[in-house]
């Protein structure tokens, strides 16, 4: 009774006065042997269905066989359309070279400078209403032609 009475009449201390609460490791990290084999198989592979596996497996082989026999061929043919026709246009196979600034093609030029001396833009669109309006006249004389064909 006297341990109590003790403690009952200790002045308790300020909360500013109390040193700060060291850190104190509880447990010590150890990584099981199990754990640590892992990485060469599975954890928890006898989880899993023998026949799931066997389903994943024939999964994998046969995306592994779909990408590798259809569409990278078809990816390299298209690939190859895509280079040459950026080369017959004369234009760069690649963002780095647009990046450093080697300029428009030469033929691109040109083609921009006759555009320009022939009238420019509103040359075109003169053109692309000179087109729709002579395609106009001749849906007309097609009709007529067809219905005069139709009268014999």
């Not at 026999?69 to 070279?97: C, D, F, M, N, Y």
Request: aromatic residues 4%.
């Amino acid at each position: 009774m006297e341990i109590l009475d003790d403690a009952d009449l200790a002045p308790v201390p300020q909360f500013s006065s109390l040193p700060p609460i060291a850190k104190a490791p509880m447990v010590k990290p150890i990584l099981p042997q199990e754990v640590s084999t892992a990485a060469k198989s599975p954890l928890f592979r006898t989880l899993i269905p023998y026949t799931i596996r066997q389903s994943i497996a024939l999964y994998n082989e046969r995306k592994t066989t779909l990408i590798n026999k259809q569409l990278i061929p078809e990816w390299e043919v298209i690939t190859s359309q895509e280079h040459a026709l950026l080369r017959e246009l004369g234009l760069p196979g690649s963002l780095q070279a647009v990046e450093v600034s080697l300029g428009l093609p030469p033929t691109l030029v040109t083609h921009m400078e006759d555009v320009k001396t022939k009238g420019g833009i509103a040359k075109l669109k003169q053109m692309r209403a000179d087109v729709r309006n002579l395609c106009a006249s001749d849906k007309e004389i097609y009709e007529q032609v067809t219905r005069l064909w139709g009268e014999r």
